[in-house]
């Protein structure tokens, strides 16, 4: 994971005071409109003075705004600062327990075939999951208990570099129903796209109908976002079919999470 200087993530990570406004900000936001400077120095650690700088100064930039007598409420422009900066962090987090800290503990794998304890055996990713079996591999582990074909198996000690890519994501806008709905849609195009992939996640009615409409089944719909994202980071090509007014918010996200993604025009001629 490549950390890029203009990158939140960056900006908190290799900044205190960075790191201790987004904290400020937070509290902000939580405890909103009557702020208790005092506990917050005494919850982060620092001076009343400190938090009261800070709080101005997240005043000046406009993410807090004032409203007389120890007053303040958290302004648009804080909370998208915030999103951005807490987005940032939860891919590093995620890259950190799925990438690094996974390296030395036991991973989870489907085996592929009878498998006993102690054997050494080949890691590899098939369908977005992990399977293990006697087949050479990229990587290797140890199997840490017996497992009968299709059943789940702990693998310590791996070692080498399991092949694995991202997926891509393809993103589907769908009107809201304001402006026309699923009835836009060009069910033509749309199931084209979700003919090819292998996972499918909806987001509002307007695109559930939609999807319907084309001939085709979403995988997902209550928390759709989450999962077409951990679909293409198990390696899966996914579709979200998205409407119009949280577009711009998934892309954000798909931003964060580094994953490669296609924009579709669904509307009809």
């Given at each position: 994971?490549?950390?890029?200087?203009?990158?939140?993530?960056?900006?908190?990570l290799?900044?205190?005071?960075?790191?201790?406004?987004?904290?400020?900000?937070?509290?902000?936001?939580?405890?909103?409109?009557?702020?208790?400077?005092?506990?917050?120095?005494?919850?982060?650690?620092?001076?009343?003075?400190?938090?009261?700088?800070?709080?101005?100064?997240?005043?000046d930039?406009?993410?807090?705004?004032?409203?007389?007598?120890?007053?303040?409420?958290?302004?648009?422009?804080?909370?998208?600062?915030?999103?951005?900066?807490?987005?940032?962090?939860?891919?590093?987090?995620?890259?950190?327990?799925?990438?690094?800290?996974?390296?030395?503990?036991?991973?989870?794998?489907?085996?592929?075939?009878?498998?006993?304890a102690?054997?050494?055996?080949?890691?590899?990713?098939?369908?977005?999951?992990?399977?293990?079996?006697?087949?050479?591999?990229?990587?290797?582990?140890?199997a840490?208990?017996?497992?009968?074909?299709?059943?789940?198996?702990?693998?310590?000690?791996?070692?080498?570099?399991?092949?694995?890519?991202?997926?891509?994501?393809?993103?589907?806008?769908?009107p809201?129903?304001?402006r026309?709905?699923?009835?836009?849609?060009?069910?033509?195009?749309?199931?084209?796209?979700?003919?090819k992939?292998?996972?499918?996640?909806?987001?509002?009615?307007?695109?559930?109908i939609?999807?319907?409409?084309?001939?085709?089944?979403?995988?997902?719909?209550?928390?759709?976002?989450?999962?077409?994202?951990?679909?293409?980071?198990?390696?899966?090509?996914?579709?979200?079919?998205?409407?119009?007014?949280?577009?711009?918010?998934?892309?954000?996200?798909?931003?964060?999470?580094?994953?490669?993604?296609?924009?579709?025009?669904?509307?009809?001629?």
């Amino acid at each position: 994971m490549k950390i890029r200087d203009n990158d939140p993530l960056y900006i908190i990570l290799r900044s205190k005071r960075e790191a201790t406004k987004f904290q400020i900000l937070v509290e902000v936001a939580e405890h909103q409109p009557s702020i208790r400077q005092q506990e917050i120095a005494v919850k982060m650690g620092v001076t009343p003075q400190a938090v009261s700088e800070y709080i101005r100064e997240l005043v000046d930039d406009e993410m807090v705004k004032s409203q007389g007598r120890g007053s303040y409420v958290i302004t648009p422009k804080g909370v998208e600062w915030v999103i951005n900066n807490a987005e940032a962090l939860e891919s590093y987090a995620k890259h950190i327990t799925r990438d690094i800290v996974q390296q030395v503990s036991v991973w989870t794998a489907i085996a592929d075939c009878n498998i006993l304890a102690g054997e050494k055996v080949g890691v590899y990713m098939k369908d977005g999951f992990l399977h293990a079996s006697y087949k050479n591999a990229s990587a290797t582990g140890i199997a840490v208990a017996d497992a009968k074909s299709g059943m789940d198996i702990g693998i310590s000690d791996l070692t080498g570099i399991i092949d694995h890519s991202y997926g891509i994501v393809h993103v589907c806008k769908v009107p809201r129903i304001q402006r026309g709905g699923s009835g836009k849609v060009s069910t033509e195009i749309l199931r084209d796209i979700l003919e090819k992939v292998d996972f499918v996640g909806a987001v509002g009615i307007e695109a559930d109908i939609a999807i319907k409409n084309s001939g085709m089944k979403a995988n997902t719909f209550f928390g759709a976002a989450e999962g077409v994202i951990e679909a293409g980071i198990h390696g899966l090509e996914s579709a979200i079919v998205i409407v119009d007014e949280d577009f711009t918010d998934f892309l954000k996200r798909l931003e964060s999470s580094g994953l490669r993604y296609i924009i579709h025009d669904l509307i009809s001629p």
